[in-house]
């Protein structure tokens, strides 16, 4: 059993944090040159966010003010194991990176009323692998779009047409938002708790999603149903709703069948690596 | 596009359409979630907010380069307060998502959308930023802040029209 050096694994993390949130997605920049306006309004709204992309990486300024809570996936080799206090190092060196970079401090803390209330204490989930390295996936999730995000317990019976329609559903309520156009992550199966963070596991589209039949159906039936919906980019009913929609499924009880829905902005940020 | 000075901003109110992009100058004040929380909790609605725009958002901090991010938040968040700015003069606010109509045909007040996730375009057009209330809340404190040629729609307009 070898232990994983942590000030390694910490400042590689903080170093994708900082990345992803300077340098904006190829996915994302291909999607916007893609969209045509039609008017002035339409116009200046996609060339600004195209503009945005070109000036946060010539100023290594970040494409968001909200540059997000920090969400982490460890997953673990064969044979490794992480550092004691690895979530203290981890928090030190994105807090560390923050000054650097020129982010916000965006995780508050109600318990503390003086001193340090404000850090960029991150959420990290921890599993375990099936090679001999660590992939570790970064994603900075924004809290406009995260407040979107919502558990359903569908009923066991329910058809694959069912869940689609509740995920139309729930966009259509919601809007614009969290900065449409949205990526969309679907956690179905497991229990309430699980599907959510399944949901955002493949959110970071970086967990094998959209694999089986079955969650290719329910994908692409949001994917092509969001096109009726009429919200576009920034709310106003132009270009796409949604850029890409990721499923990934998980066996649950037979009386269950909980889904999670959770909600991308278009500034997508995710980075991983593996040691 | 209409250039506005946000100085002579009352002046046109009436005159602004939901759907006209503007290009904004001048200086306004951030304020979101948090200092909105204690402006209602204290009762006392500071003057110099009187007459100014609001602007639903929090900075990131200074990079090396001297450079900063800051565009709009999710204005619906924040409808609870509207009354209260409306009531205390404040002409417009500045934010992103949709945001209660019927309020802004009440008191004939102007609702802007900057575009959502252009932070550093944004950051890029603010002059002059400085904490003037609140700075014990960070990003989330009351910043007075000078801006430039900011790009604006004018999601609703004083007769309740709305892009949304």
Redesign the interface.
Known sequence: MSVINGKKLSEKIAEAFCEINIVQSSFIKKKLSAVVPENELQKTVINTMIENGKTAERDRVPLCQDTGIPVIFIETGESQCLPKEFEKLIGDAIDRKTFECGMRFSIADKTIAKGKRLSNKPVIHLMSGKTKTTKVVVMAKGGGSENLSTLIMMNPSSESSDIVKYVLDSIARVGAKGCPPYIIGIGLGGDSETCLIKAKMALTGRFGHNKSKYEKIISLGVFEGSKKLNIGVHGLGFGPTILDCRTIYTPSHIATLPLGIVFNCFQERVREFTL | ?KRIQAAHFKGIINKLSA?E?ILLSGTIYSARD?ALNLLEKEKVFPKFLNGSIIFH?????????G?????P??S??MDRYLEMLFENDVLATVG???RDILVHKKFRRIYL?A???????Y??KITELKSVMYE?L???SIFKMKIEHF?L?VAIDVKGNS??
């Open positions: 596009m759907g992009v948090a958002a929090g900075p990131t901090e200074v990079n090396n380069k450079f900063l991010s800051c565009g938040t999710t619906s968040r992103k998502g949709e959308t575009i959502g996730g252009c932070g550093a375009i950051g890029r014990k960070g990003s989330e790009p729609i892009i949304y």
